[in-house]
């Protein structure tokens, strides 16, 4: 089962993401990831087309089947998939837990102004 805490440890295909560009804030893409390589993920978006997104200079929002969203810099994913899923990352897994942290606050604070 995928869960924040080990999502760089499995694959991305099939799951939910959004993207944005670091450098082009501009850039939203939400679709479902159907490939992934060293330095791309390739997702379909709306009426089936592909687009491929370099992993560097891009931040992903993967919703989990759970629901749950997690924001990770794509710098720290430039690596193949394969590898990817074999290592352990403690970095990435902090990150995660920053991401799921700011979600949860966010919610707070918004039930707490009402």
């Known amino acids: 089962m995928i869960t924040v805490n080990n999502?760089?440890?499995?694959?991305?295909?099939?799951l939910s993401v959004s993207v944005t560009s670091v450098s082009n804030e501009s850039l939203r893409l939400k679709g479902t990831v159907i490939d992934e390589t060293k330095n791309t993920i390739k997702?379909?978006?709306?009426d089936n087309v592909e687009k491929i997104i370099p992993k560097k200079g891009s931040i992903f929002v993967f919703e989990l089947p759970t629901g749950e969203k997690?924001?990770?810099?794509g710098n720290i994913l430039s690596i193949r998939p394969e590898d990817r899923?074999?290592?352990r990352f403690k970095k990435i897994r902090e990150k995660i837990w920053e991401a799921t942290f700011r979600q949860y606050e966010t919610i707070l604070l918004m039930m707490i102004l009402g």
């Not at 997702?43 to 709306?46: A, G, K, L, P, S």
């Not at 997690?70 to 810099?73: A, G, H, R, T, Y």
């Open 85 to 87: 899923i074999k290592k």
């Open 70 to 73: 997690v924001e990770i810099n």
């Open 7 to 14: 999502l760089v440890h499995h694959e991305f295909i099939g």
């Open 43 to 46: 997702i379909e978006v709306d």
